[in-house]
């Protein structure tokens, strides 16, 4: 079954170079390409992308934006991952809570580029434990009691910590010697009592209430 992949980016250079990495794999296709954020809305309801691969700064509408638009107004948008220059950079970090699932360098490696599109396609977040601690640290916006209001399990609030460590599915329930679907288990509750998408956004939630820290 084919990926598909819609590239946003302002810049023509960048946009080719894409293509070039995915559309020579087997499974990854790219069906579309913008320029700007206001272009995705419709480009993904005619193309139904798996993975928007979304340029954080547009002159336009930006990457931030468009990423909050895209998941409000689809029941089952695809995955959102940022393309950026920087990885310590608060876009980056705003673009990451509005909901994208993680992020690419511009200078990554193509075999870089086409797992991060696997990763996510999966429905996996592309986390990077240390980036997100220097973001969250930088960045990072008190979230009050959300973390209690979620009122998560001794087990959930572990699996948390887990995730926050970096920690894959099959890490964790090796970590906590149980299985994997009992690990998918709990992580999915996670993310259901803290009302986010995916594994990036509870990671954040967690380091904005306090739950886990930055220096941890």
Not at 97 to 113: I, N
Not at 161 to 172: D, H, W
Request: net charge neutral; no cysteine; hydrophobic share 50%.
């Amino acid at each position: 079954m084919t990926i598909g992949v819609l590239v946003v980016d302002d810049e023509e250079l960048i946009r080719v170079g894409l293509r070039a990495i995915i559309d020579a794999q087997p499974d990854l296709r790219v069906v579309a390409e913008a320029t700007d954020g206001a272009e995705v809305l419709p480009l993904v309801a005619r193309h139904r992308p798996a993975v928007v691969l979304m340029d954080v700064r547009m002159p336009g509408i930006d990457g931030i934006q468009a990423t909050r638009h895209l998941l409000a107004a689809s029941g089952d948008p695809p995955r959102v991952l940022v393309v950026t220059t920087f990885a310590n950079d608060e876009y980056v970090y705003d673009a990451l809570r509005a909901g994208a699932s993680g992020f690419l360098l511009k200078r990554a490696r193509p075999a870089e580029v086409v797992e991060a599109v696997r990763v996510v396609a999966a429905g996996e977040s592309l986390l990077f434990p240390a980036a997100i601690r220097r973001l969250v640290g930088a960045y990072g916006r008190p979230g009050g009691d959300r973390l209690r209001a979620a009122r998560l399990t001794e087990r959930e609030a572990e699996v948390l910590r887990l995730m926050a460590a970096g920690l894959s599915n099959p890490e964790i329930a090796a970590h906590l010697v149980v299985g994997v679907e009992t690990v998918k288990t709990h992580v999915g509750n996670v993310l259901a009592k803290l009302g986010v998408r995916d594994r990036t956004q509870a990671v954040i939630a967690a380091y904005e209430s306090g739950f886990v820290t930055p220096a941890a």
